[in-house]
Nanobody, 125 residues
Framework: QLVESGGGLVQAGGSLRLSCAAS????????MGWFRQAPGKEREFVGG????????SYTDSVKGRFTISRDNVKNTVSLQMNSLKPEDTAVYYC????????????????????WGQGTQVTVSS
């Protein structure tokens, strides 16, 4: 089970930190991803992180502004979002891809096994 938190309303240029708490004892067997879906748009990959945290991937529009991290002891993955823009407004979802030892970060949502319920991020101009 994945549970996101940390969404909210923020002005453009501001920051938010999203967290995703995972239940289960095999968290370190999962590649974790963040996706988002804006109204009227398709879900898109935001970023992902491998189980060791050694590999990270971001979509171009968030590079340099968003940072993913994970804590395999606390079973959490976080998305630090800085310099937010109105176009970042969306429902953000964390997702888990069961891939023990993998260094591949899937960018297609269908490749992920578990999803959180989503948290709304709204950036005002």
């Amino acid at each position: 089970q994945l549970v996101e938190s940390g969404g909210g309303l923020v002005q453009a240029g501001g920051s938010l930190r999203l967290s995703c708490a995972a239940s289960g004892r095999t968290f370190n067997s999962y590649v974790m991803g963040w996706f988002r879906q804006a109204p009227g748009k398709e879900r898109e990959f935001v970023g992902g992180i491998t189980w060791t945290g050694g590999f990270k991937s971001y979509t171009d529009s968030v590079k340099g502004r968003f940072t993913i991290s994970r804590d395999n002891v606390k079973n959490t993955v976080s998305l630090q979002m800085n310099s937010l823009k109105p176009e970042d407004t969306a429902v953000y979802y964390c997702a888990a891809d069961y891939a023990p030892g993998s260094t591949v970060i899937q960018t297609i949502g269908g490749r992920y096994d578990y999803w959180g319920q989503g948290t709304q991020v709204t950036v005002s101009s």
